[in-house]
């Protein structure tokens, strides 16, 4: 047989397949930041085709004993703008994160596609991937699965609220990251959280909070407002009702403690004490406490926020 006949009836040879992409990152080792943290940083939660990659930073108690209660940390800015490792300017830095270790908590604080990446659900779907990565890994990380709880700020607080309510909600979850876990948590704390955009006044979002090159990244002709921005650009009044957490209060909901400046400029009280009743109304534990005088982040209120903070890590004592 010549070499070409030999070549000719000799089987193809199979190459096996490569290992499929990543859906979410390993944890790496802890960096030591301080007596009484342990810090994972840039932990890559899921991996969303087509996006940034999803991180988070998860803040671990040194001086624990037994598996933690965790708290994930939810960041404001309209949806628009912020960050995980940023807390708003009345908070000292680190605070939540710190407070929450001295406690015995651990903390994720974790990042979330804005409004002009991906529509809602997209940011509740991230949220929620991000409790499934912890719970995957809890072993690893010394928490307990069963107990967890959610923390946000303005857009954090809306989140952690929905967080708080659509733990039973299949059709909520999502496909990203780690699979085969419940997102639910066990509390909520809340502050100054929108609970029904259709019942937002308008925001002079433009002139009052954003600078001309910020602006400069906002397609022509879309709404700055930040829910029809969450919404994909729309007013219609059944999606911003959609991706409003009074919408989804039942009688198993997580309890709640919400916190609310009662001089709030940009998201009233109101929001706070629409969702404080809808709750009442389905028989679910809650407390609103009203902070006087107290604008939105707790502006004018800077001489109280160390008690504020105080008062939610006691609540996460206490609940999980």
Same mark, same amino acid.
């Given at each position: 047989?010549?070499?070409?006949?030999?070549?000719?009836?000799?089987?193809?040879?199979?190459?096996?397949?490569?290992?499929?992409?990543?859906?979410?990152?390993?944890?790496?080792?802890?960096?030591?930041?301080?007596?009484?943290?342990?810090?994972?940083?840039?932990?890559?939660?899921?991996?969303?085709?087509?996006?940034?990659?999803?991180?988070?930073?998860?803040?671990?108690?040194?001086?624990?004993?037994?598996?933690?209660?965790?708290?994930?940390?939810?960041?404001?800015?309209?949806?628009?703008?912020?960050?995980?490792?940023?807390?708003?300017?009345?908070?000292?830095?680190?605070?939540?994160?710190?407070?929450?270790?001295?406690?015995?908590?651990? !903390?994720?604080?974790?990042?979330?596609?804005?409004?002009?990446?991906?529509?809602?659900?997209?940011?509740?779907?991230?949220?929620?991937?991000?409790?499934?990565?912890?719970?995957?890994?809890?072993?690893?990380?010394?928490?307990?699965?069963?107990?967890?709880?959610?923390?946000?700020?303005?857009?954090?607080?809306?989140?952690?609220?929905?967080?708080?309510?659509?733990?039973?909600?299949?059709?909520?979850?999502?496909?990203?990251?780690?699979?085969?876990?419940?997102?639910?948590?066990? &509390?909520?704390?809340?502050?100054?959280?929108?609970?029904?955009?259709?019942?937002?006044?308008?925001?002079?979002?433009?002139?009052?909070?954003?600078?001309?090159?910020?602006?400069?990244?906002?397609?022509?002709?879309?709404?700055?407002?930040?829910?029809?921005?969450?919404?994909?650009?729309?007013?219609?009044?059944?999606?911003?009702? &959609?991706?409003?957490?009074?919408?989804?209060?039942?009688?198993?909901?997580?309890?709640?403690?919400?916190?609310?400046?009662?001089?709030?400029?940009?998201?009233?009280?109101?929001?706070?004490?629409?969702?404080?009743?809808?709750?009442?109304?389905?028989?679910?534990?809650?407390?609103?406490?009203?902070?006087?005088?107290?604008?939105? !982040?707790?502006?004018?209120?800077?001489?109280?926020?160390?008690?504020?903070?105080?008062?939610?890590?006691?609540?996460?004592?206490?609940?999980?």
């Amino acid at each position: 047989m010549t070499p070409e006949t030999v070549a000719a009836t000799e089987a193809p040879r199979m190459m096996p397949a490569p290992p499929p992409f990543p859906a979410f990152g390993r944890l790496g080792a802890p960096e030591e930041v301080s007596e009484h943290s342990l810090v994972h940083r840039e932990v890559s939660y899921a991996i969303a085709v087509g996006f940034r990659r999803l991180a988070m930073d998860i803040w671990l108690p040194r001086a624990s004993a037994g598996p933690v209660p965790l708290v994930v940390w939810i960041h404001g800015g309209a949806f628009q703008l912020g960050d995980r490792r940023e807390l708003p300017p009345t908070f000292a830095p680190d605070s939540v994160f710190r407070l929450l270790n001295e406690a015995g908590i651990a !903390c994720a604080t974790v990042d979330y596609r804005h409004a002009l990446e991906a529509p809602f659900p997209a940011q509740l779907h991230d949220i929620k991937a991000a409790v499934r990565y912890l719970r995957e890994h809890a072993g690893l990380l010394g928490i307990d699965p069963e107990r967890i709880g959610a923390w946000g700020e303005s857009a954090g607080g809306h989140l952690a609220a929905l967080l708080g309510l659509t733990g039973t909600r299949a059709d909520l979850e999502g496909g990203l990251g780690v699979q085969g876990h419940s997102s639910s948590v066990s &509390a909520v704390v809340d502050f100054y959280g929108v609970s029904s955009l259709p019942d937002m006044p308008p925001m002079d979002t433009p002139a009052g909070l954003m600078s001309g090159a910020l602006m400069a990244a906002v397609p022509p002709g879309m709404s700055t407002e930040p829910g029809p921005m969450l919404v994909g650009g729309s007013a219609d009044p059944a999606l911003l009702a &959609a991706a409003s957490p009074l919408g989804y209060v039942t009688a198993g909901s997580a309890p709640f403690l919400l916190i609310h400046g009662d001089s709030d400029g940009l998201v009233p009280l109101s929001q706070s004490e629409l969702l404080a009743g809808a709750l009442t109304e389905a028989g679910v534990r809650n407390e609103l406490i009203a902070i006087e005088g107290g604008d939105h !982040c707790f502006f004018f209120a800077e001489d109280r926020v160390d008690g504020i903070l105080r008062t939610a890590v006691d609540y996460f004592a206490r609940e999980l």
